[in-house]
């Protein structure tokens, strides 16, 4: 470098520093793109930790601030909407008479807009956040993606996750062909594929793992519950291909969903219980501690908010959004034989709940029911919802679990166990999956478990069966003929024995 280069170098670094966006324009503009924060850590050179504090508000420096603030502004321009070009007359068109024989010009927008419906007044697009004048299918979005936040314009490529699709022609009526053969088909993006085709990526992870370990099954297994995180993960990637909705991994999260300490929780209440019947009718009683199986897997099939959450108050509540809500219980006056919906809590007043302990108690409280009033919601964060966003990665793990436990291989059991119990354990704030941020989403499905297993407890009840303990999302112990009410065996629709003990005494 020559003398007057170095001075060039001095003069720029000794200048203001370069602008940057707020912290949260900086998470959007890298969310539009699609792009993790690990990604861009790679393109900077810095750790994904960095990029995360940059967004919560820390500001760069020296050249890598530079760095920064030119993928902000490339990735701006990116997303900025491109003019279309205008349209070349057409000769023949021009000729066209236009009566009320004549082409109707607006008929494919109005075959576009079909599914759409105008609202009364604007409510915040489930994808963006801002306001919008339509919804789809009970989603309020907009039908323009240059005007949605999530900034997909001309330049990137991808559909909008929720995708309004004219329809075919239609054509003549045939009568429907079934498969002679009884080939079983499967979704698979845009085409789909038979069974035999779909990749088996936990298959194969397996098979890998044992062939690198010479066979050993302990040190397969170990290897494979090491990497289990990052393996959900891509399974997660592969099976949201051609999904109808777009996964929002690192939204702006409530200060009510962030940790208070380092080591503290969030305010979210999950409703766990830990219910032991308070007294038993006089004599010996044999009781029966029940383990409900793959209790985090089957919870994978709940509501959850598509895209940020959004602040609202007051006392309805919409079933086509999902989160968390501050809400006043109402009086259980059944705990002598049923556990409390909202868990062991010995604190009176309003808490935080998740939409599936919230969907219980407005259940129990349906007349039904009838076993308690209604909850009194006070204010709430929630999106726009759906029950399928996670149903092909959890029908991926059902089916590796259960082709596991037809074998008898207790390797990819592990492994497919490790996969989602992790998996939902690592989603919020956690130093072991930076892939994705939901906290959210974390405290959703664990009570989801717990609301599961309170159905089970109840329809015990139900049948005449004594219900003496309920712990956790997976243990539930019984008094009377259970096999008459639950099934047994090992998948996930069937319960299996823990324990068997003796209560009371003649």
Known sequence: MSDFDAIDALLAASGPEVELP???????LREALNLSQAQVARAIGVSPNTVGGWESGREPTGGIREKYAYFLDSARTRLAPQPEPAPVADPASEAAPTTPEGPDNNAADSTADSTAER???PEPCVLCGRPATHQVEGFPQHLDPAECGTGATTDTPAAPPLAIRTPAAPTAPTAPARPAD????????????????????????????LAAHEGDVDAATAALVKRAIPDA????????????????????????????????????????????RPE????????????????????????LPIGQLEHSTGFDHDRRRAGVHLV???????????????????????????EPTLRLLLRLSSPKYGLCDPPRIHESYTSGATEGLLEKFRVALKDARDRAIAEDDEVTLEYVKAMYS???????????????NRPDWMHLIRSQAFANLWMKAYKAYEEGLTVVRAMGTDELHVI???RSVFPEGRSVTEVKVKDEYSLGRD
Do not use: C
């Open 422 to 436: 992790k998996f939902v354990s690592t989603m919020g704030e956690s130093n072991y999956n930076r892939e994705l």
């Open 233 to 276: 993960m891509a399974l997660l990637d592969e099976t949201r291909k051609g999904g109808r909705y777009d996964i929002v991994a690192h939204p702006w999260i409530p200060d009510i969903l962030r940790k208070q300490t380092s080591r503290g929780a969030d305010q979210i209440w999950e409703a766990r219980p830990k219910w032991t």
């Open 22 to 28: 707020p912290a949260e324009e900086r998470r959007r």
């Open 480 to 482: 009377g003929d259970w």
């Open 328 to 354: 006043t219980p109402p009086a259980w006056d059944h705990e002598g034989v049923l556990p409390n919906p909202i868990g062991n809590r010995d604190e009176p007043g309003p808490l935080w709940i998740t």
């Open 119 to 121: 609202l009364a007044r």
């Open 182 to 209: 009884g080939v079983k088909l499967l979704p698979a993006g845009r085409r789909a594929q038979t069974a035999a085709e779909a990749p088996d990526a936990i298959g194969q992870a397996v098979k890998e793992a």
């Open 280 to 303: 038993l009718p006089p004599g010996a009683h044999e009781v029966t501690a029940l383990d409900v199986n793959g209790a985090y897997l089957s919870a994978l099939k709940t509501h």
